[in-house]
């Protein structure tokens, strides 16, 4: 009979949503007379900017015009938006990105999960604890590691997030070769000073490694010192890969755009010893097993960078970060410390006790719903993640729900 990828076996079951779900479904059919509130999602709750709806219809009609439609695009993005993202997200912040050196996709999440194939099987792993799951289990399916014990995985260097260090681990003691960065951060929402990612980029440069830096949430950054690009620092462009995406800047999450930055300067070594071009390797990779993202939905982005576009995607990311702050104080004045929700739709709680406890005390005591910190990974255990993405009376009626039932 035909063998599964062995590898498969070794991911630890995803409990972390199901269990979610099995808990508050339980729980609600148990008591249809109080409606639960779910602060647990990652998911954005408010409709698209006015300016991404207009381009998207005026696309959707040019494609029912034989004089305007339009068939296969080219697969590393339209030349309009690739312009465009080079200009606003690269060249105004005094980063050197090239057009040609960004490749539009349907989601940063394939892109942190596919880069994983362009490097050596041997490629020695560095990744963050708690953790956005994609980077750690495509390595798993992809072999890289070992068996998982006791919640970790052999062959791996976790980067600890903890109350000691801010929750920004530190550059490890010894070598990798490939490091998968977030900032702002999912779960913790916390965010990496300039000197923070300068140690960074001057570990991958004396390691000859590679920064895989995601920074899906840079939309939400307010403080004007927290850098929004890896190319912020000097010399990243020879030593980093850097990930964005529209859903949670503008939105997209149901409509699927985003890209990925892959410098020409980026080299990794051949079997030889011999540098190659990752941007070579990329380009094949992605026009051998990706189309291109829909025309209308590129032109709905492209509508991001105009003037209209910025306002309205400004108040959107605007209006989420009021729901942040209202979260952070409410959960400071019930006397916990906590890091994010001020550059990050995010809040992570320091709990004090077990995340899951924590998670069914709300539950049962407020109808409200979060995540309990050790989905992500043991360090998370303790802690729980608030996200604000949702309504602003959702909001205001959670936090009174909670307080009234830790006071
Ligand atoms: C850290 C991080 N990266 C990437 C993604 C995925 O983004 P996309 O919707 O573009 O696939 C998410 C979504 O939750 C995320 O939290």
Redesign the pocket.
Known sequence: MIRINENYQKLKASYLFADIARRVNAYAAAHPDRPVIRLGI??VTEPLPRACIEALHAATDEMGQRATFRGYGPEQGYAFLREAIAQHDYAARGCEVAPDEIFVS???????ANIQEIFAQDARLAIPDPV?P?YLDTNVMAGRTGANVDGRYAGITYLDSTPANGYVPAVPPGPADLIYL?FP??PTGAVATRAQLAAWVAYARENRAILLY?S??EAYIRDPQIPHSIYEIPGAREVAIE?R????TAG??GL???YTVVPKTLQASDAAGQGQSVHALWNRRHTTKFNGVAYPIQRAAGAVYTAAGQEQTRALTDFYLGNAKLIREAVQRLGFTCVGGDNAPYIWVNTGRDSWEFFDLLLSRAQVVCTPGAGFGRCGEGHVRISAFNSRENVAAALERIAAALR
């Open positions: 990652g998911d349907d989601g940063a999440k394939c892109d942190c956005y994609v977030c951060n999912n995601d899906a949430y990930f995406s529209f859903s949670k997209f999450t699927r755009c985003a």
